[in-house]
């Protein structure tokens, strides 16, 4: 394939993911998106609202029942927007964040496979805790975000108020491209948002039974639509040129900046708006860009292929056989079957399977390319931040360690297991399934484990007693955060009540503090000493 042909196909990409807390509506928008791109003929076809357990499975039945391209880690599908002037039918990959009770420092590696995020919001709820942790990883790893503010069909605070709220909070300039006509809990539509704030049409939804199907649109010009809705038009062309007044109009270099985030006011459960979404990460959202290697030297996506594991998933009932990494391509063209080379082993690797695990029709998986993701199954020496290529040579930066916020001591159940044990810990510490932190107090035998859910602990024991036959003992331990420090505040640290120093295997010297009032009152007392915040470890 000829590099033109390369860029073009990395070029229609856009692969996002959805950032979001528990119950803000991701699992709906995502089948409100797969309708608008008429994957799904009917939302809720594929799983009635009982049903409703988790996206994994969603996708699965999804993907048994349309046979799309789906996997448990991204959903893929074809649109085409009606804004575009050209003919240019978009590929989109929504990467699922596992982020419910399964939150875990995978929910935040997904975030380095993606190259814009949709930050999603309740109207009544505004910003919640994991979305804004979310959102700090978008906004260290330079990730643009689109805001979509939902649920705008049920009561909730005023447009303005959650604008406010965003900016304040997280320091981020909302500039809306559309304005919800009428307050939450009575939708009528969308204007669209011109030079200066004027109103270019308005977009009126009419409700459809439950939401099931594309809610119809009216595309009304301002006079109509001043003649159809009133007062309530007029005000919100005046709340709309207020937000010009006070700059807040679309910029698109401040956009990928991440400096600001363009707003859309929506109603997944209605559909109300999801067009808007799709058009919007269309037009606005990065396709597949070049990628730095760890000698900080560009792999181009038109360059020979390479991609960067982000994820493996290892069962945790049966031993290695059904592990899967999910590979997120960098560059060049991804074809089922070649042989590539995994950059830290030098060692070669076979795609044969790949994909097949998901029993998509095989002209779905024969080629990936810039952007797509993949599954590869009997992955067993691949971990999250691996590269893999062919013909050039280039191994990307590893994926950062992520702040953990749960802690548990490790032992072996008996000491004869202990060369097990140890094999297990540094087997489970280098594919990242936790991070293993060590201290000579402590010693060897009960290293301490740190992840960003404790859903990582359980996976560890179940993996352990699988593959190593050992029955580890935890024993959660009383810290609530880490700090990353350096070696001339140790001493000190280690002094203080409620604090341990611990070095993590990656040599980073991590502070665990007991809770927040404790570390105030370090960095009041003892200013000298280093206590950084870690959302990534670079
Ligand atoms: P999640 O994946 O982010 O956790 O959220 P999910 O889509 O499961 O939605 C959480 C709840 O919010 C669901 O209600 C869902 O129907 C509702 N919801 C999602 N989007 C909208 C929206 O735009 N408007 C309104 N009014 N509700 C929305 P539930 O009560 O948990 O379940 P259900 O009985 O409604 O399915």
């Known amino acids: 394939m000829s590099s033109k042909e390369v860029l073009a196909e990395a070029g229609r990409r856009r692969t996002f993911a959805v950032i979001s807390h528990p119950d803000a509506g991701k699992s709906t928008l995502t089948e409100a998106l797969a309708l608008h791109a008429k994957v799904i003929a009917e939302a809720g076809a594929v799983h009635g609202k009982a049903g409703r357990k988790s996206t994994v499975s969603d996708w699965m039945e999804m993907e048994k029942a349309r046979g799309i391209s789906v996997s448990s880690t991204a959903l893929q599908f074809n649109y085409r927007s009606e804004e575009s002037d050209d003919d240019v039918v978009n590929v989109i990959n929504l990467v699922d964040t596992p982020g419910h ?25 505004g910003l919640e805790p994991q979305t804004l942790k979310l959102f700090q990883v978008c906004r260290h790893r330079g990730i643009p975000v689109i805001t979509v503010i939902n649920k705008w069909d049920r009561p909730g605070r005023t447009p ?7 900016d304040e909070r997280i320091g981020l300039t909302p500039t809306p491209l559309f304005w ?43 006079g109509e639509a001043e003649e159809r809705e009133g007062e309530t038009w007029t005000e919100a062309v005046e709340e709309s040129e207020l937000l010009s007044a006070s700059g807040q109009d679309h910029d698109q270099e401040m956009f990928l900046a991440g400096q600001t985030s363009p707003v859309i006011f929506a109603s997944a459960m209605l559909n109300f708006g999801v067009r808007q979404i799709l058009d919007t990460l269309v037009a606005l959202a990065p396709p597949p860009r070049a990628r730095l290697d760890v000698n900080d030297t ?35 063209v991804f074809e089922r079957g070649m042989v590539v080379t995994h950059a830290q082993t030098g060692k070669p690797f076979a795609t044969k399977y790949a994909l097949t695990v998901f029993g998509r029709e095989r002209s779905t998986v024969e080629n990936a390319y810039p952007g797509d993701v993949v599954g590869l199954v009997n992955a067993t020496a691949l971990a999250p931040g691996h590269t893999l290529y062919v013909d050039r040579k280039v191994e990307f930066p590893p994926i950062p360690s992520f702040a953990p916020e749960h802690f548990s001591i490790l032992r072996a159940e008996s000491a004869s297991k202990y060369k097990q044990f140890r094999k297990a810990v540094d087997q489970l510490d280098s594919e990242g399934v936790v991070q ?41 331990l009383g810290y609530a955060l880490a700090r990353r420090t350096d070696a001339a505040s140790v001493d000190e640290l280690n002094r203080q009540r409620g604090v341990e120093v611990f ?23 003892l200013p000298e000493l280093t206590l950084e915040p870690l959302v990534a470890a670079a």
């Open 101 to 125: 009770s399964d939150f875990s420092e995978d929910t935040y590696r997904v975030l380095t496979a993606v190259d814009a995020a949709v930050m999603l919001i309740d109207a009544a709820k």
């Open 160 to 166: 303005l108020e959650l604008l406010d709220e965003i």
């Open 180 to 222: 919800p006509v009428g307050i939450a809990g009575d939708f009528r539509g969308l204007l669209r948002r011109g030079e200066d704030g004027a109103p270019v049409e308005y977009v009126k939804f009419t409700r459809t039974a439950g939401g099931a199907r594309i809610a119809p649109e009216d595309r009304l010009s301002p």
């Open 298 to 332: 560009p792999r181009n996506v038109d360059d020979p292929f390479s991609a960067v594991v982000f994820k493996v998933q290892a069962g945790m009932d049966t031993a290695h056989r059904d592990r899967l990494a999910f590979m997120r391509v960098v560059s060049g």
């Open 436 to 476: 293993i932190l060590r201290n000579d107090i402590r010693g060897d035998a009960s290293p301490v484990m740190a992840a960003v859910g404790p859903m990582q602990f359980e996976v560890v024991a179940a993996r352990m007693k699988a593959e190593y036959n050992v029955e580890p003992r935890m024993e959660p």
């Open 503 to 525: 070095t993590r295997s990656d040599g980073v010297l991590l502070a665990l503090v007991s809770d927040k009032w404790r570390l105030q009152y370090l960095r009041k007392e």
